[in-house]
């Protein structure tokens, strides 16, 4: 046969085999927020080249946000871990996989016989089959409730706010339901820029006529496309909350008795546009209610929690078919880490740890009697306890005290790390673990909206890393507690059998399709009302702004991001620009102080002082200064364990 | 050799035209994803092929210009380094592309032939045979009309097909199509006079099918070359836009990049990857200081770029091929003919 192309490009090497495809696409779930947007990831040579989008994922349909398309970048490009190594001589050496699992299962033995406590820390960058082993090892093998992610805090405790004013619902309500939604409403911190999905659903809403109000310190973007937006000092958002319940039960929408001091007239330079609000929620068929991460700073999130669940359910939103109340994830699949039982004071399925359904549960399964007390929390582990397990998570980029988080990792007798990524814990380990990335990994992740979704992989982990799942499973085996998995998928089925609202997954939903979503159910549980708000820190006197971190999370120190050359540049530039920190505020207060971008100001609080370059963002409402959670050390002693502190701004003299 | 004029291939037989062609060269074609996507991917067999489908979101640009794309090895060599050039000359055909897809590949082979010859990128297009599935209706977002990208090709295909249900009608576009069709032997017959005729018929009719659609590219080329367009339009735009990148990427005529240097053994490999005008240190220099700071003057950057007469002068066609893939793929309002029609009314609603 005469050849069809005889004069161009270099001829196929071998046989057909090698003709075909070295370009490999895999559908998996976006690895980034919890908005569980679905990718391809592509590997050519098995290598990451490249990420496609979805035109049928019923979550992105065809949306890929920017982080979203360097999702390949950070496991091609970044300082991946390719061997166990183990500390010895002050250094961190390579040793074989059966080395490295006895000198981790030696050392916590040791740390435990001498009587000290061993934590576990899972993580919202690992899987629902990751978490739920971390747990299991936790409650399980080493009998402890030292167990927690460092990113919990700023979800649970909103997602059991809601359990508990609901009567024991989750979140419900999915992304799209948004688009049809006659009312928005949002707390917002900026879920364009943390939750692009997400804002894009809620865009998507005001262009087709929804009304939409905003709740937020700052005027973000989606706060410039509101119908109304009410700026709030922040920990002042649960006065809002407070208001829309007032409003509602005035509206005489209410379905019930609102409980005494739930309803509370907000502040009268907002009462008119709350009770506008109000209104416009009772009287809509669906409407959804947003929950940024940052909306709980300063706040009680299981108070808020609550009240934006008792808001819901006043006008009779809750569960209603369309309308959502959904708080938002600041981390890949926190809210399945939490369903899982990583938390000091869960068990998996999320119950409380006197659930005696769950624990009968647990004891049969796991073949012994759970840890049933109630442990210390990320920050409290660290400094407390002996040794330390970290699956996928970095402490000293994601607590509030990063400077404690280093310090306390250092001093631990022993810490052993799982990670794909070197981070500043992986520098502190006394073992290190090396497991694969989101583009090696199998398993499954849970949305912010409980889309529970495959993670598939897309290349070979590097060098002899191996998938966590195996990797815990052999450090329970090491500390007398095997666990009998051969796959990821063994490991699912487990959870299936202790987490009641996984248990009708549709494994062929799962496989077939992209996922599928836990049912949000009532248990039936009474409803309850936690205790009410504390009054917001307010400015007054010399003491005349308030100072504020920004956000609970940096995406700049989290390795997928730091370790992605397109997605790092902003926070490399940033950092470059403000090695030792800077403070944000309004236009008019600079004017105001008589300082220009870049001078610095003083800042002092009851607590501390600091002087700090000035950015200029017009975001910003008057009267407030806002450092980014990037720079939260250098403003640590200003805001002395605080969220908010009331500080007096001057400009320094000379 | 004589030269070849229309084929026509009974629809039995084009699995056996395919087999040969993968026997040359690398095919690729619309297949169905796992995940129920229509992608461009490598076949394995002809039964794979799509021939009736929505276009895939992710063009066949990627192909040409992947996402990261190693253009040079770097090796420690005694007390320097040594650079060495990586060439990809893998015969490919790309099969069942689009009108779209094609004239937006010519647009870039243009581009890249221009002012500076691009070799790593005209040494892979050199050895890409285009076979181009032309389009019998119009598709839900295309507006390929306006930008005389379609419904059928005009060039940069080496052979376009029509497809007559139990036949296809195969044209060859360029010398590498008429030996790429001449090669098939008795696959193929020359068409008859009435096939010709269907197939012009069917172009005609796919172009009745848009209906009155009218292009606005030339007004609102002349307000965006002279001028015309008030910095308030393009910032009221930007809350409208998050900023995705995704219509660069999916941008058939978009080729714009960054390079990386990945670590690679002992080595490096100097990467070519995809960037966005649309990010923020798309244009930031070393200093700090960005020429573009404010998303209005991205923007306003990118449809500059796309439709203005100064770059209209320079590549003799906008920089669109109404695809309608950034009106699917918009992570916010601001696609296309959304823009387009913004800037010719001077006003923007969302």
Redesign the interface.
């Known amino acids: 046969?005469?050849?069809?192309?005889?004069?161009?490009?270099?001829?196929?090497t071998q046989a057909?085999a090698s003709?075909?495809?070295?370009?490999d696409?895999?559908?998996t779930t976006c690895p980034f927020c919890a908005c569980g947007c679905?990718i391809?990831l592509?590997a050519?040579d098995g290598k990451?080249?490249?990420?496609?989008?979805?035109?049928?994922?019923p979550i992105s349909q065809?949306?890929?946000?920017?982080r979203?398309?360097g999702a390949?970048e950070a496991p091609?490009?970044g300082e991946r871990l390719t061997e166990p190594l183990v500390r010895r001589a002050g250094g961190l050496t390579p040793v074989t996989w059966e080395e490295a699992l006895d000198a981790a299962t030696t050392s916590l033995g040791a740390v435990q016989a001498a009587g000290k406590a061993v934590g576990v820390l899972g993580s919202a960058r690992a899987t629902n089959e990751e978490n739920y082993l971390v747990a299991r090892l936790a409650r399980g093998a080493l009998g402890t409730g030292d167990l927690d992610s460092c990113l919990r805090s700023t979800y649970l405790p909103l997602a059991r706010g809601i359990a508990r004013g609901s009567g024991g619902r989750a979140p419900w309500g999915r992304l799209a339901d948004i688009e049809g939604s006659e009312v928005v409403i949002v707390f917002d911190g900026d879920l364009?820029s943390s939750h692009?999905?997400a804002?894009?659903a809620v865009?998507r809403a005001?262009?087709r006529g929804a009304r939409l109000l905003t709740v937020s310190c700052l005027r973000t973007?989606l706060a410039?496309?509101a119908a109304l937006h009410v700026p709030v000092s922040p920990g002042g958002q649960h006065e809002v909350v407070s208001g829309l319940v007032a409003s509602v039960a005035e509206a005489g929408g209410a379905e019930e008795s609102v409980p005494e001091g739930w309803a509370v007239e907000p502040p009268a330079a907002l009462a008119e546009e709350v009770r506008e609000a109000g209104r416009w929620y009772a009287e809509a068929e669906r409407a959804s209610l947003l929950v940024a991460p940052e909306a709980v700073m300063g706040n009680s999130g299981e108070a808020f929690g609550a009240a934006l669940a008792l808001l819901s359910r006043m006008s009779g939103h809750l569960g209603r078919p369309g309308s959502v109340l959904l708080p938002l994830p600041v981390r890949w699949n926190l809210r399945g880490a939490c369903e899982m039982g990583v938390g000091p004071d869960v068990l998996p399925g999320g119950g409380p740890l006197d659930d005696a359904a769950a624990l009968e549960r647990l004891a049969e399964v796991w073949g012994g009697e759970p840890a049933t007390g109630a442990g210390r929390d990320a920050a409290a582990m660290i400094g407390t306890v002996g040794g330390l397990v970290v699956v996928a998570d970095d402490p000293p980029s994601a607590l509030r005290d990063g400077r404690a988080a280093v310090q306390g990792l250092a001093e631990l007798d022993c810490l052993v790390v799982l990670d794909a990524f070197m981070t500043p814990t992986v520098r502190a380990a006394h073992v290190v673990l090396p497991i694969a990335s989101h583009a090696e990994n199998e398993g499954t992740c849970t949305s912010a909206d409980g889309r529970v979704q495959r993670v598939r992989p897309c290349a070979p982990p590097p060098g002899s890393a191996r998938p966590g799942w195996q990797v815990l499973a052999g450090l329970s085996a090491g500390l007398g507690r095997a666990f009998d998995f051969a796959s990821p998928g063994g490991v699912l089925d487990e959870i299936r059998r202790v987490v009641p609202a996984y248990e009708r997954l549709d494994e062929r939903a799962l496989d077939e399709?992209?996922g599928d979503v836990v049912a949000p159910q009532s248990d039936g549980r009474p409803i309850e009302c936690p205790a009410r708000f504390g009054d917001p820190p307010r400015a007054s006197g010399d003491a005349s702004h308030l100072l504020a971190l920004d956000g609970v999370f940096d995406w700049g120190s989290d390795p997928l991001v730091a370790f992605a050359?397109?997605l790092s540049?902003?926070f490399i530039?940033r950092r470059?620009?403000f090695s030792g920190g800077l403070v944000e505020m309004s236009g008019e207060d600079a004017k105001a102080l008589g300082v220009r971008p870049g001078w610095p100001v003083r800042i002092k609080s009851l607590h501390g002082e600091v002087t700090l370059p000035v950015v200029v963002r017009r975001e910003v409402e008057r009267g407030l200064l806002l450092v980014p959670f990037a720079f939260r050390d250098q403003v640590g002693d200003v805001l002395g364990g605080h969220d908010i502190v009331p500080v007096q701004v001057t400009r320094p003299e000379g | 050799m004589e030269s070849v004029t229309a084929q026509v291939i009974a629809r039995a037989r084009v699995g056996a035209w395919i087999e040969r062609l993968m026997a040359e060269a690398e095919v690729i074609a619309p297949v169905l994803a796992h995940g129920g996507d229509e992608v461009f991917a490598a076949i394995q067999s002809p039964d794979e092929v799509l021939w009736e489908f929505a276009n895939p979101v992710h063009p066949p640009k990627q192909f040409l210009l992947p996402q990261t794309d190693p253009v040079v090895a770097i090796r420690r060599a005694g007390n320097g380094y040594a650079l060495e050039p990586i060439v990809d000359e893998r015969r490919r055909i790309l099969l069942n592309i689009r009108s779209c897809d094609v004239t937006g590949l010519a647009f870039l082979r243009r581009v890249h032939a221009a002012d500076l010859p691009d070799d790593s990128y005209l040494r892979r297009a050199a050895a890409v045979t285009v076979v181009c599935l032309a389009c019998s209706q119009p598709c839900p977002l295309g507006f390929c009309v306006c930008s005389a990208a379609g419904p059928f090709a005009r060039e940069g295909y080496d052979v376009q097909l029509s497809d007559m249900g139990d036949r296809l009608l195969a044209e060859p576009g360029s010398e590498r199509g008429e030996e790429l069709l001449s090669a098939a032997g008795d696959l193929f017959r020359p068409a008859t006079s009435e096939e010709l005729a269907r197939r012009h018929d069917l172009e005609e009719q796919a172009k009745r099918l848009f209906g009155e659609e009218t292009c606005h590219f030339a007004s609102a080329m002349r307000r965006v070359s002279t001028g015309r367009v008030a910095d308030e339009l393009w910032a009221s735009m930007t809350d409208w836009c998050l900023e995705c990148g995704a219509c660069n990427f999916v941008c058939p005529t978009c080729y714009c990049f960054s390079v990386k240097d990945r670590r690679d053994g002992d080595g490096w490999l100097r990467c070519r990857t995809w960037d966005s005008c649309q990010y923020p240190a798309f244009t930031r220099e070393a200093s700090g200081h960005n020429p573009r700071e404010e998303r209005k003057d991205r923007i306003k950057r990118r449809f500059f770029h796309k439709v203005s007469a100064q770059y209209f002068q320079r590549d003799g066609v906008v920089g669109c091929v109404g695809c309608g893939r950034c009106i699917e793929v918009c992570l916010g309002t601001t696609d296309m003919p959304a823009v387009v029609a913004a800037i010719r009314k001077g006003e923007w609603h969302g």
Not at chain 1, 1 to 12: R, V
Not at chain 1, 62 to 66: E, G, K, L, Q
């Open positions: 046969m005469a050849p069809i192309l005889p004069l161009h490009g270099a001829a196929p057909k003709i075909v495809t070295t370009v696409a895999v559908c679905g391809y592509q050519e990451l080249s490249g990420v496609g989008p979805s035109r049928h994922h065809s949306r890929v946000c920017a979203g398309w390949h091609a490009w364009a692009p999905r804002a894009f865009m005001v262009a973007q410039r496309l399709v992209w050359p397109t540049r902003d530039s470059k620009l």
